[in-house]
T-cell receptor, first 111, second 115 residues
Framework: SQQGEEDPQALSIQEGENATMNCSYKTSINNLQWYRQNSGRGLVHLILIRSNEREKHSGRLRVTLDTSKKSSSLLITASRAADTASYFCATDAAGAQKLVFGQGTRLTINP | DTGVSQDPRHKITKRGQNVTFRCDPI?????LYWYRQTLGQGPEFLTY????????KSRLLSDRFSAERPKGSFSTLEIQRTEQGDSAMYLCASSSGQGRNYGYTFGSGTRLTVV
């Protein structure tokens, strides 16, 4: 079963614009992680935010977490064509021993 | 150590045949995971090892599926009597088990096509 629900399912923007993806989940978590997947490849870990953190930055990435709403967002600033990929949120639920992934957002950056 | 390696990258098999995939995790990682991903979907958990012990199996892992991790190093995933519904990308990942709050390192996956 997939706990995370991502929104939107697909997003197409112009190069240089900012991209925002949202993730909602259902249970209490230890942390929430974001991954990127290029077509036909494995997933690449982008950023992890712990349940007691509200915001985290890594380069052009900004992640927020609202545990009261059970939601997270991933912001990619100044997008580039190379950011074209699918982005997945994954939750490390309390009491679980594995990550549960959402269905992903397909991001297309148009040059 | 260049990361998680999976072999083969692609496998085409006839329905009813058995297939085996291999995963070599990052050497210092004691946790190893198998996921399955179909087109347009997120990865779905199959099974998890801590060292050589298989600690959790998903209900997705029918009795046709078996996974091993002898000596806590590489792992194999075998599918017996393959069905067309088994066609998917099979992903392996590893992580450090020193505590929570570690990301996974994924391999490039094995794409299985059952014809």
């Amino acid at each position: 079963s997939q706990q995370g629900e991502e929104d939107p399912q697909a997003l197409s923007i112009q190069e240089g614009e900012n991209a925002t993806m949202n993730c909602s989940y259902k249970t209490s978590i230890n942390n929430l992680q974001w991954y990127r997947q290029n077509s036909g490849r494995g997933l690449v870990h982008l950023i992890l935010i712990r349940s007691n953190e509200r915001e985290k930055h890594s380069g052009r990435l900004r992640v927020t977490l609202d545990t009261s709403k059970k939601s997270s967002s991933l912001l990619i600033t100044a997008s580039r064509a190379a950011d074209t990929a699918s982005y997945f949120c994954a939750t490390d639920a309390a009491g679980a021993q594995k990550l549960v992934f959402g269905q992903g957002t397909r991001l297309t950056i148009n040059p | 150590d260049t990361g998680v390696s999976q072999d083969p990258r692609h496998k085409i098999t006839k329905r009813g045949q058995n297939v085996t995939f291999r995963c070599d995790p990052i050497s210092e990682h004691n946790r190893l995971y198998w996921y399955r991903q179909t087109l347009g979907q997120g990865p779905e958990f199959l099974t998890y090892f801590q060292n050589e012990a298989q600690l959790e199996k998903s209900r997705l892992l029918s009795d046709r599926f078996s996974a091993e991790r002898p000596k806590g190093s590489f792992s194999t995933l075998e599918i017996q009597r393959t069905e067309q519904g088994d066609s998917a990308m099979y992903l392996c990942a590893s992580s450090s088990g020193q505590g929570r709050n570690y990301g996974y390192t994924f391999g490039s996956g094995t794409r299985l096509t059952v014809v």
